[in-house]
Nanobody
């Protein structure tokens, strides 16, 4: 069992920055591809970004490419999402997700059956 706990959400003005974190506990964190999804008001949950368990591969949704950066700290069992140049359309609940994989370079690009989810953290961007 893996528990994922997100933190770092909050309110910021457009153009600002936030850093989300996702702390994992339980099974071996290093064998899981990790990523973030988000669900805005009145919208379906959508993929944002993912990173392979080796850390060698990342994949970003077009809407956040160049503004968001994902990273992982194996010593702290934590994944980070640095969000810069935030826009009002980035307003959403952000969810951390994990999916096990035998391949170190594997990453997901959509919700194809995540093994674990966090409970989410709210990000509000005002114009």
């Amino acid at each position: 069992q893996v528990q994922l706990v997100e933190a770092g959400g909050g309110s910021v003005q457009a153009g600002g920055a936030l850093r989300l974190s996702c702390a994992a506990s339980g099974r071996t964190f290093s064998r899981y591809a990790m990523g973030w999804f988000r669900q805005g008001p009145g919208k379906e949950r959508e993929f944002v970004v993912a990173i392979s368990w080796s850390g060698s591969s990342t994949y970003y949704a077009d809407s956040v490419k160049g503004r968001f950066t994902i990273s992982r700290d194996y010593g702290k069992n934590t994944v980070y999402l640095q969000m810069n140049s935030l826009k009002p359309e980035d307003t959403a609940v952000y969810y951390c997700a994990a999916k096990s994989s035998p391949a170190g370079s594997y990453y997901f690009t959509k919700d194809n059956g995540m093994d674990y989810w966090g409970k989410g953290t709210l990000v509000t961007v005002s114009s």
